[in-house]
């Protein structure tokens, strides 16, 4: 069975100080999608980043950083130098190859950046 | 480029009235539509999804419906709302060529309270 794991409820940081998100997923299948999507408080959801299961290559994107490791099925994000702007709850989510019902999401990591 | 359009953004019902909450969708041609709800502080809850015109598959039993209309029009109704029907309603699309790579994109939601 499909599941994603956001053991983090909340987390607060001050301004300029890093932050890393956890993501633990369960899966069965070989091929498989991660995805991480931002929730600012106005509610609506923002796609982040992709990876599939076959590149676990670490991606960077300005101060947003993905450490994708199969060998403890974790797909854990990382914040630089956070900023006030950053305080959203930030979801993980998995996807089997196939089936659009496929798509199941973590329960969401609030974090608050304090200025 | 493409955009989704939800609304309202707000909604105030009391128990036991109709629901209707519509969902556009612009920029792409045979979508793949979601309708999710998301309780309070909790993560989302897949309702029903769609790969074409009158095609829904719904995920959870429920007093809720969803119709497809017109190819990127998606539609949640309820005849007789509950209490426990309130909560945050996300439409969503994706893009066709396989549902598990494709990142769903999320409309700005409706907050729907039941008095």
């Known amino acids: 069975a499909q599941k994603v794991t956001q053991a983090q409820t909340e987390i607060s940081v001050v301004e300029k100080e890093d932050v890393t998100l956890d993501c633990v997923y369960e899966t069965r299948d070989t091929t498989y999608y991660l995805f991480w999507y931002k929730q600012p408080p106005s509610g609506e959801l923002v796609f982040l980043i992709r990876?599939?299961?076959?590149?676990?290559q670490n991606e960077i994107s300005g101060r947003y950083s993905w450490n994708f490791q199969k060998s403890t099925s974790s797909f854990n994000f990382t914040i630089t130098a956070s900023q006030v702007v950053d305080s959203a709850v930030y979801f993980c989510?998995?996807?089997?190859?196939?089936?659009?019902?496929?798509?199941?999401f973590g329960t969401g990591t609030r974090l608050t950046v304090i200025p | 480029s493409q955009t989704i359009h939800q609304w309202p953004a707000t909604l105030v019902q009391p128990v036991g009235s109709p629901l209707s909450l519509e969902c556009t969708v612009e920029g792409t041609s045979n979508p793949n539509l979601y309708w999710y709800r998301q309780a309070a502080g909790r993560g989302l809850q897949l309702l029903f999804y769609?790969?074409?015109?009158?095609?829904i598959s719904s995920e959870v039993p429920q007093n809720l419906s969803a119709s497809r209309p017109q190819d990127r029009q998606f539609i949640l109704s309820s005849k007789k709302l509950l209490l426990s029907d309130s909560g945050f309603y996300l439409c969503?699309?994706?893009?066709?060529?396989?549902?598990?790579?494709?990142?769903?994109?999320f409309g700005d939601g409706t907050r729907l309270s039941i008095l």
């Open positions: 990876r599939n299961s076959f590149d676990e």
């Open positions: 769609s790969v074409g015109i009158g095609q």
């Open positions: 969503a699309w994706s893009g066709t060529g396989g549902f598990g790579n494709q990142p769903q994109h």
């Open positions: 989510a998995l996807s089997g190859p196939t089936g659009a019902n496929n798509l199941f």
